[in-house]
């Protein structure tokens, strides 16, 4: 993607960011120190709320980045070339090569990213209640990052192509029909009704 800048390699796949992911972070840690955090959380100092808003919105960035990697790894396993992972102010892409082709290797690519979603706000929400009422702070991210990483999963299962979503219902119509193209169309056609 131009406009990114390379900040090093997971398993062989480069991680690059795209300078709209710095406004992505100056939004989300404005957002979340200035409305999510002071009304779920009153009393606080306000320098606190700031600091909770930085740090989930990293946290929230690297669960996207390990929700690209679960697409990544599977594609790469399934025998399709992962050129890069790229960050960007709408979450984040992974850079296949080629198309998967046969829609059961589609169906595991695409519902590997919010299943991994899901798994991390089940671990964010068990830190949560382990938490208890102790360590507040911290808490509070924990808390925020179980909701964010389910909200991230089930937004992209939501039947729009190209969402992981989209895809999933792309490779169940392409194994129904055993036509790409046809399966692509009535995808699209669903995805812009989503849109």
Do not use: C
Not at 145 to 155: E, S, T
């Amino acid at each position: 993607m131009r406009g990114s800048w390379r900040v090093g390699r997971i398993a062989g796949i480069e991680i690059g960011i795209h300078y709209t992911w710095l406004l992505a972070l100056v939004i989300f840690t404005w957002l979340l120190g200035q409305s999510y955090f002071p009304a779920a959380y009153p009393g606080w100092q306000t320098y606190s709320y700031w600091i909770a808003g930085f740090l989930s919105t990293l946290i929230l960035f690297v669960s996207v980045l390990i929700h690209e990697l679960a697409h990544s790894l599977v594609a790469r396993a399934r025998g399709l070339p992962v050129s890069s992972i790229t960050l960007f102010i709408l979450g984040g892409v992974s850079n296949l090569s080629q198309e998967p082709e046969k829609p059961g290797v589609e169906f595991v690519m695409a519902i590997a990213g919010p299943g991994t979603s899901l798994v991390l706000a089940g671990i964010f929400w068990g830190i949560w209640y382990l938490l208890g009422n102790n360590i507040i702070f911290a808490r509070a991210i924990f808390g925020y990052m179980a909701l964010a990483n389910a909200l991230l999963a089930g937004f992209n299962l939501l039947p729009g192509f190209p969402l992981d979503g989209g895809r999933v219902f792309r490779s169940i119509l392409w194994k129904t029909t055993g036509n790409l193209l046809k399966a692509t169309n009535i995808a699209t056609i669903v995805g812009r009704l989503f849109a």
